[in-house]
C-alpha cells in the first residue's frame, strides 16, 4: 500500500487543474500585456481566473494582486501594514509564536527595523482567542496577523471573532489562510479580513502561484518593482498557466467542500481514536476545531525523522515538524509554543489526510504507526529509563 499522507506540505494536483494549464499554455502563449490577439487571449484568461477566485473568497477581483505564493503574500502584507502604520506613527504588531516562518522571519526583520513586535501566546490547546488579542492591542498598534489553521497541528482560530475585534478598534487585520483555503470555508467579508494569504499547491493546485488579497483602498507595498501588472503592486509577466490552474483548482475544492468535509472528518477521528491507543502519547491542539484532514500526536520516547524513515519503508509519506525544519535538529517551535517539552516535541508525527483516503487506509496507517513506535522504542535507550523509572514520563499513559 501507499499512502501520501503529507498533504499540509504540497497536495498532488488536480487533474483538471493539469488540463486547464496545458490547454492555456497551449493556446494562450501570449503576454496578457500585448494589445494583439494571442496577448489579448491571456489576459482574457487572466481576468476569469481572477473573478472566479473572488467569487470563492467573496470579494471583488480588484481586491485580488496575484504572486509566487504564500510566503510572498505573507511579506508583502506584513510589510504594507508596518509601513502604512509606521507613517502615523504606530510601530507596534501582533502576532502568535506559532505562525509559519514567512510570517514570523518577517516580523523579524521589522523588528530590526525599528517596529515592536508582540508574539501572543498560544494556548495548549493550539488556539489564540480573541480576548488575548483584545488585551495585547493598543494605541500605536498597526496590525494584527494571525494564521487561519495552523500548518503543522492544523487548528483552526476564530478568525471572524478576531477580525470583528480588530474592525472595531480600526487596527489593520491579515490573516495567512494558506492551511485553510480548500479545506474549510473562508469568507473574507464575514470574517472582517482585511488581508489574506493562500498558496494553490495547497489545495490540489499547482506550485509557485498564489495571491494576496487586500481589501479596497489597501495601498500595497511592492516587493518587485517594475512594470505596472497587479495595478502596478506586484511587477513581473504573470504566471499565466498557474493563476489558471489556481482557479480551476480552487473552484473545485470550494464546490466540493461540503462534500470533503463530510466525508473526511470521521476518517480523521478514526485515526485520532487509534493513535490514542499507543501508550504514552498526545494528539497536538484541540481535537473538534482543526482542518478535517490533519493530525498530529507526540510520542515519548521516539525520535520523530526515525518514526518518518521507517514510515516511508511501508509507504507512508509523512511529516515531523514542517518542511521548512526537518532537517534540522531543534524541535518544531509550534509544538514548543503550544507547551510541549522538548524531549516530547522531537517525537511529534503530522499526518494530513486527502479527502481520497479510505476507511481500509486509515486502519493500514494506525497499524503501521503502532508497530513502528513499538519497533524505536525497543530499541531506544531512552524509553528504557521510561520503563525502568530512571525518568518519569510526561504523559500519562492513556489520553
Ligand atoms: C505552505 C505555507 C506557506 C508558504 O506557502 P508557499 O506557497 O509554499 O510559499 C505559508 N503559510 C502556511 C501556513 C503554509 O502552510
Known amino acids: 500500500m501507499n499512502i501520501y499522507a503529507d498533504n499540509a506540505a504540497t497536495t498532488k494536483m488536480s487533474c483538471s487543474a493539469i488540463q486547464a494549464m496545458t490547454k492555456c499554455m497551449e493556446n494562450y502563449y501570449g503576454n496578457p500585456s500585448s494589445l494583439y490577439g494571442v496577448g489579448q487571449d491571456a489576459k482574457?484568461?487572466?481576468?476569469?481566473?481572477?473573478?472566479?477566485?473572488?467569487?470563492?473568497?467573496?470579494?471583488?477581483?480588484?481586491?485580488?494582486?496575484?504572486?509566487?505564493?504564500?510566503?510572498?503574500?505573507?511579506?508583502?502584507?506584513?510589510?504594507?501594514?508596518?509601513?502604512?502604520?509606521?507613517?502615523?506613527?504606530?510601530?507596534?504588531?501582533?502576532?502568535?509564536?506559532?505562525?509559519?516562518?514567512?510570517?514570523?522571519h518577517t516580523l523579524m526583520k521589522l523588528e530590526k527595523e525599528g517596529f515592536e513586535i508582540t508574539l501572543l501566546d498560544v494556548h495548549h490547546d493550539g488556539i489564540v482567542t480573541a480576548e488575548q488579542v483584545s488585551s495585547a492591542i493598543r494605541e500605536d498598534t498597526?496590525?494584527?496577523?494571525?494564521?487561519?489553521?495552523?500548518?503543522?497541528?492544523?487548528?483552526?482560530?476564530?478568525?471572524?471573532?478576531?477580525?470583528?475585534?480588530?474592525?472595531?478598534?480600526?487596527?489593520?487585520?491579515?490573516?495567512?489562510?494558506?492551511?485553510?483555503i480548500g479545506h474549510i470555508p473562508v469568507d473574507v467579508t464575514k470574517d472582517h479580513i482585511d488581508m489574506l494569504s493562500l498558496s494553490a499547491h495547497k489545495f490540489h493546485g499547482p506550485k509557485g502561484v498564489g495571491l494576496l488579497y487586500a481589501r479596497k483602498g489597501i495601498m500595497l507595498t511592492n516587493l518587485i518593482e517594475g512594470g505596472a501588472q497587479e495595478r502596478g503592486k506586484r511587477a513581473g509577466t504573470e504566471n499565466v498557466p498557474g493563476i489558471v490552474g489556481m482557479a480551476v483548482a480552487l473552484k473545485e475544492a470550494a464546490s466540493n467542500l461540503d462534500n470533503y468535509r463530510r466525508r473526511l472528518i470521521p476518517l480523521r477521528d478514526r485515526l485520532i481514536q487509534g493513535l490514542r491507543q499507543i501508550e504514552y502519547s498526545e494528539l497536538n491542539g484541540d481535537p473538534v476545531h482543526r482542518l478535517p484532514g490533519t493530525v498530529n500526536f507526540c510520542f515519548e520516547g521516539i525520535e520523530g525523522e526515525s518514526l518518518l524513515l521507517l514510515l516511508d519503508d511501508m509507504g507512508i509519506q509523512a511529516s515531523s515538524g514542517s518542511a521548512c525544519t526537518s532537517g534540522s535538529l531543534d524541535p518544531s517551535h509550534v509544538l514548543l509554543a503550544i507547551g510541549r517539552p522538548h524531549e516530547v516535541a522531537h517525537g511529534s508525527l503530522r499526518l494530513s489526510l486527502d479527502g481520497e483516503i479510505t476507511e481500509e487506509?486509515?486502519?493500514?496507517?494506525?497499524?503501521?504507526?503502532?508497530?513502528v513506535v513499538e519497533r524505536l522504542r525497543n530499541m531506544s535507550p531512552f524509553w528504557r529509563d521510561l520503563v525502568t523509572g530512571k525518568r518519569s514520563h510526561v504523559f500519562r499513559q492513556f489520553q
Do not use: W
Open 142 to 180: 498597526a496590525l494584527v496577523t494571525i494564521m487561519y489553521a495552523n500548518n503543522e497541528i492544523g487548528t483552526i482560530q476564530p478568525i471572524a471573532e478576531i477580525g470583528k475585534l480588530c474592525r472595531k478598534c480600526g487596527v489593520l487585520f491579515h490573516t495567512d489562510a494558506v492551511q485553510a
Open 44 to 104: 482574457v484568461a487572466l481576468e476569469n481566473a481572477r473573478e472566479q477566485i473572488a467569487q470563492v473568497l467573496n470579494c471583488n477581483p480588484k481586491e485580488i494582486y496575484f504572486t509566487s505564493g504564500g510566503s510572498e503574500a505573507d511579506n508583502q502584507a506584513i510589510r504594507t501594514a508596518a509601513y502604512l502604520g509606521a507613517r502615523k506613527g504606530k510601530k507596534h504588531i501582533i502576532s502568535t509564536a506559532f505562525e509559519h516562518h514567512a510570517v514570523l
Open 361 to 371: 487506509e486509515i486502519d493500514y496507517l494506525i497499524q503501521s504507526v503502532k508497530s
